[in-house]
C-alpha cells in the first residue's frame, strides 16, 4: 500500500486542531459549491430510509440473475419517484437499502415527504403484484422517516473528487433505524420518529381525518423511545391497482 503514515498523521493533527465554521441556514444548499472542507452547515432536515425485509434469505434463495433484474427495476423506480421531490438534497443506494435525504425548514415540507412515502407505500404494491404475475419472488419494505436539525459537514480528499456528505444528527440515524423496524415486530410499513409526527400530525391528507389518525404510536427498542407507524396508501393509484393495472 502506497500510504505515508507520517504524513498522516500530521494531517490528522491539523484537522483535529482547526476550526470548523458552523453556519445556520434555513435551506440546504442544492449546489456542493457551498461546502467546504472547512465549514460546516446546520440546518433542518428531512430522512426516508426504503429497507428490503430479509433481504439475505431473498438474494440466497433465488438466482442471481432473477435478483438483479428485480433490484434493478425496483430500485430504478424508487430513485424516479425519490427525484420527483425538489426538496431532497441527497439520493443513494446503502446495501439493500434507498434512501433520500431532505432540506426541511418547514412543516409543510415534512408532508410532502410523508406523502412520497405514502406513495412508495403503494407503488410496492404495484410492483409486488407485477412480481407475482410474471413468476417473480416477492418481498415486503419497512419505510423509516427522521427529521432533526443536524449538522451537515463535506468530507474527503480535495483535488480528488473524492468526497461525500455526512449527515450529523438524528434524522438520517432514525429514518435508518425506523426503516428496519417497518413491516416488523409489529410496526407497519411507515415508521417515523416522534419530532416527525409532532410537525405533521395535524395536516389533513383528505376532508376526514388527520394524519394523527392514521398513526398510531408504539415504542422503539431501536431508538429506546415512542415513534409513530401507521399503512396509509394513495387511494387512487390503490383503486388503480385494485382494477387489474389497466
Request: hydrophobic fraction near 35%; glycine fraction near 8%.
Amino acid at each position: 500500500m502506497n500510504y505515508n503514515y507520517k504524513e498522516g498523521k500530521q494531517r490528522i493533527i491539523d484537522i483535529l486542531h482547526s476550526k470548523t465554521k458552523i453556519e445556520q441556514v434555513e435551506n440546504i444548499p442544492e449546489s456542493g459549491a457551498a461546502f467546504t472542507y472547512s465549514n460546516g452547515i446546520k440546518s433542518w432536515v428531512g430522512a426516508m430510509f426504503i429497507d428490503m425485509r430479509d433481504s439475505t434469505s431473498y438474494f440466497k434463495e433465488n438466482k442471481s440473475d432473477i435478483v438483479a433484474r428485480v433490484m434493478r427495476a425496483f430500485c430504478s423506480e424508487i430513485i424516479r419517484l425519490l427525484q420527483s421531490n425538489p426538496r431532497y438534497r441527497q439520493i443513494g443506494i446503502r446495501g439493500d437499502c434507498i434512501y433520500a435525504i431532505y432540506s426541511a425548514p418547514q412543516k409543510h415540507h415534512l408532508e410532502s415527504i410523508l406523502s412520497d412515502a405514502i406513495f412508495i407505500n403503494t407503488f410496492q404494491k404495484m410492483f409486488q403484484q407485477i412480481l407475482e404475475d410474471n413468476n417473480f419472488p416477492t418481498f415486503e419494505i419497512g419505510i423509516g422517516l427522521g427529521t432533526a436539525e443536524d449538522l451537515i459537514i463535506r468530507a474527503g480528499k480535495k483535488g480528488t473528487g473524492i468526497s461525500d456528505y455526512i449527515w450529523i444528527g438524528d434524522s438520517v440515524i432514525d429514518a435508518s433505524k425506523l426503516s428496519n423496524q417497518g413491516n416488523c415486530d409489529g410496526f407497519d410499513t411507515i415508521v417515523m420518529n416522534s419530532c416527525f409526527y409532532e410537525n405533521i400530525k395535524d395536516f389533513e391528507p383528505n376532508d376526514k381525518h388527520k394524519y394523527s389518525y392514521y398513526f398510531a404510536e408504539k415504542y422503539s427498542e431501536k431508538l429506546e423511545e415512542y415513534v409513530y407507524h401507521g399503512e396509509m396508501i394513495n387511494i387512487h393509484f390503490n383503486n388503480w391497482i385494485d382494477g387489474g393495472m389497466r
